[in-house]
C-alpha cells in the first residue's frame, strides 16, 4: 500500500499541503481535508483511499475556479455546470455538490443573476419584456424567476429611450424597429402618439 512519505506546505499556496506518497508528489489538498482525514508522515493508504483523496482535490479545484468565474459577474446555475464539464467535472453528484455548496454559500442564485441582467439591459441596450424573458429562458432560468423579476418593469422608459436613439427614422420604420425588439404594437402606438410622432 502507498505510503504518506511526506507533507509539505505549497510555496504558490500554504492553505495546500503537497502529499508525497512513497517518495513521490501525488496531489495537493487543503489543510482541512488533511487533518479531517488524520494525514501524516507513515501512514499506509489504500489505493481506493488514495483515489477518494485525489477526487476531493479535484472538487476543490474546480471549486476554486469555479469562485473565479463566479467573480467576473452573477452566472447562472446552467452557465456553472457548463463551465464545471469543461472543467472535466462530469460525475452529476458531483456537479450538485458544488452547485450546492455554491448555492448555500450564497454564491449562485439565478434570481440574483437574472436581477442583475434586466438592470443591465435596461441600463445599456433597452429591451422589451418579452425580449427579456427570451434571453433569460436561453441562459437557463425558470419562468416563474423571470416573472417575478420582470414583475416590476415598465416597459415605457426603454421604449423612450430606443425612441430617442432612433428619432431620425420615419414613423413606419420606427414601428418596425420597435416590434423587432418585442414591443406590442398597441404600446409602440401609444407612446409615439404621446410623443407626438407621426408618419
Known amino acids: 500500500m502507498p505510503q504518506v512519505t511526506r507533507l509539505v506546505a505549497g510555496k504558490k499556496n500554504p492553505g495546500r499541503i503537497n502529499l508525497y506518497l512513497d517518495g513521490e508528489f501525488a496531489f495537493a489538498l487543503t489543510i482541512d481535508e488533511v487533518v479531517k482525514n488524520g494525514l501524516k508522515k507513515g501512514l499506509e493508504l489504500t489505493e481506493d483511499r488514495v483515489v477518494a483523496l485525489k477526487k476531493t482535490d479535484d472538487l476543490n479545484w474546480a471549486y476554486t475556479k469555479i469562485l473565479n468565474f463566479l467573480s467576473f459577474r452573477p452566472r447562472t446555475e446552467l452557465e456553472v455546470r457548463a463551465r464545471l464539464k469543461k472543467y472535466e ?39 422589451s419584456k418579452q425580449h427579456l424573458s427570451a434571453e433569460l429562458r436561453a441562459k437557463g432560468v425558470v419562468q416563474p424567476v423571470i416573472n417575478q423579476v420582470l414583475s416590476n418593469i415598465d416597459e415605457a422608459g426603454p421604449l423612450e429611450v430606443l425612441i430617442a436613439k432612433k428619432a431620425t427614422l420615419s414613423r413606419d420604420k420606427l414601428i418596425h424597429f420597435l416590434l423587432r425588439r418585442g414591443f406590442k404594437y398597441s404600446l409602440v402606438q401609444a407612446k409615439l402618439d404621446e410623443l407626438g410622432i407621426k408618419g
Open 89 to 127: 467535472v462530469t460525475e452529476v453528484r458531483s456537479i450538485d455538490s458544488i452547485i450546492n455548496k455554491l448555492k448555500d454559500r450564497g454564491y449562485l442564485s439565478d434570481l440574483d443573476f437574472a436581477k442583475w441582467f434586466v438592470e443591465s439591459r435596461t441600463s445599456n441596450r433597452p429591451r
